[in-house]
């Protein structure tokens, strides 16, 4: 009896959509086990209701006895994924497949003419009537396997002579004043080919040395 009082000031206390979503939740499961009263089957729609009233009812386990309530957490999980596989589905049919004649034309063309790139392939086959893309062009062209090319280490021992290392340093002197040096220097031998002083260096100056200089030393000068 005072079990019985409780419950009803309790739901005297609760508001009329609480009720209301209580009464939909019973009379859905008793709609259920009328329809399946030895084993309870559930359709989608069943389903969906309880991921909603999940959603929307903070008391949603309380009425609920024909499935465990990790049952519509499972539900609702599924649900979700299913909505962003859907959301996520490519809205459009995908490019076209290039038709084989035409792959096999482009390839045919590339390599007859191993000069031609992919705009001058793709303005021929426009004057024949075909429509396509500079891009898928490219794409079936034939690719000429470019030979390995040298590392930095071999690059030095093939070139050493021809390369000359270029500095630029002060000194200063027992009269404080500063000196500008200018040096190159032969990579191959490691030695001074050209060298040259000033204490007032300009572009000018650091042009005609550089565009001047010989294999010969050259005395510093001012």
Do not use: C
């Not at 034939?142 to 002060?170: C, E, M």
């Amino acid at each position: 009896m005072t079990s019985i009082l409780f419950r009803t000031l309790f739901s005297a206390l609760r508001s009329r959509r609480a009720l209301a979503l209580e009464n939909l939740a019973l009379r859905h499961q008793l709609d259920v086990l009328q329809r399946n009263a030895k084993r309870p089957r559930l359709t989608n729609r069943d389903r969906t209701l309880w991921v909603i009233l999940s959603r929307v009812w903070a008391d949603w386990r309380h009425p609920l006895t024909i499935v465990q309530p990790e049952t519509v957490i499972r539900w609702h999980k599924r649900g979700f994924r299913l909505y962003w596989r859907w959301k996520s589905r490519p809205r459009w049919p995908g490019r076209r497949r290039v038709p084989k004649e035409i792959r096999d034309l482009i390839r045919t063309m590339s390599a007859a003419n191993p000069l031609w790139g992919a705009p001058r392939i793709h303005g021929e086959l426009l004057k024949l009537g075909i429509e396509i893309s500079q891009a898928t062009v490219s794409k079936y062209m034939v690719r000429y396997r470019k030979p390995p090319s040298q590392g930095w280490r071999t690059f030095l021992t093939n070139h050493a002579k021809d390369i000359v290392s270029v500095d630029f340093f002060t000194v200063p002197t027992a009269t404080f004043r500063v000196l500008f040096v200018f040096l190159v220097l032969l990579n191959q031998r490691r030695r001074i080919v050209h060298f040259n002083t000033t204490n007032s260096p300009t572009s000018r100056w650091i042009g005609n040395k550089s565009s001047k200089r010989s294999h010969g030393i050259r005395h510093p000068s001012t």
